[in-house]
């Protein structure tokens, strides 16, 4: 289980600090089968940002997303892994950083297609990657790439009961 290994409080009005657990918890009840969008942050060869949503699921704890292989994401991720991984969850925003890196493993990728499948989109294993009847549009053709998010660090402003905001570290 992916825990903390620091937590600070980032909310100066006094709430308590919020536990890892409320995100860790959302994100395994929430993905795949609620319609959220995820926003991936990369670093273009440049030193630009780029930003694009993606479909990520949370599986044996931990973040998952998949990405053609030819897109921006893909590219970026190749040339440097560093991420970060933004989701509006059901009372509780989480931005999490840390690097993604493409998983080959067969077991983990058929694992992953069928949580995926048990949320709707019917992923399934192909040439080291995912195919499915359909996909985003700029995703381009399959097999598309699943990527697996190595978690550095982790914010999550609360937007509901029990208020707060925190930051998890997690040791690397």
């Given at each position: 289980?992916?825990?903390?290994?620091?937590?600070?409080?980032?909310?100066?009005?006094?709430?308590?600090?919020?536990?890892?657990?409320?995100?860790?918890?959302?994100?395994?009840?929430?993905?795949?089968?609620?319609?959220?969008?995820?926003?991936?942050?990369?670093?273009?060869?440049?030193?630009?940002?780029?930003?694009?949503?993606?479909?990520?699921?949370?599986?044996?704890?931990?973040?998952?997303?998949?990405?053609?292989?030819?897109?921006?994401?893909?590219?970026?991720?190749?040339?440097?892994?560093?991420?970060?991984?933004?989701?509006r969850l059901r009372?509780?925003?989480?931005?999490?950083?840390?690097?993604?890196?493409?998983?080959?493993?067969?077991?983990?990728?058929?694992?992953?297609?069928?949580?995926?499948?048990?949320?709707?989109?019917?992923?399934?294993?192909?040439?080291?990657?995912?195919?499915?009847?359909?996909?985003?549009?700029?995703?381009?053709?399959?097999?598309?790439?699943?990527?697996?998010?190595?978690?550095?660090?982790?914010?999550?402003?609360?937007?509901?009961?029990?208020?707060?905001?925190?930051?998890?570290?997690?040791?690397?």
């Amino acid at each position: 289980m992916t825990e903390p290994t620091e937590t600070q409080n980032l909310d100066p009005s006094g709430s308590a600090a919020l536990p890892w657990s409320r995100a860790r918890d959302l994100l395994a009840t929430q993905t795949p089968k609620e319609d959220l969008t995820f926003f991936v942050g990369t670093v273009r060869p440049d030193g630009r940002p780029h930003a694009a949503g993606v479909g990520a699921i949370w599986v044996d704890d931990t973040l998952y997303f998949v990405s053609g292989p030819g897109t921006r994401r893909a590219r970026n991720l190749a040339a440097n892994p560093a991420c970060s991984v933004s989701v509006r969850l059901r009372g509780l925003d989480v931005t999490m950083e840390g690097e993604a890196h493409r998983v080959a493993e067969p077991e983990v990728l058929a694992r992953v297609a069928a949580v995926y499948r048990e949320g709707g989109w019917p992923a399934t294993v192909e040439d080291g990657g995912f195919n499915a009847p359909f996909m985003a549009a700029s995703a381009g053709p399959a097999p598309w790439h699943l990527y697996r998010l190595t978690l550095h660090r982790a914010i999550g402003v609360a937007t509901a009961e029990p208020h707060g905001a925190a930051r998890w570290d997690f040791s690397r």
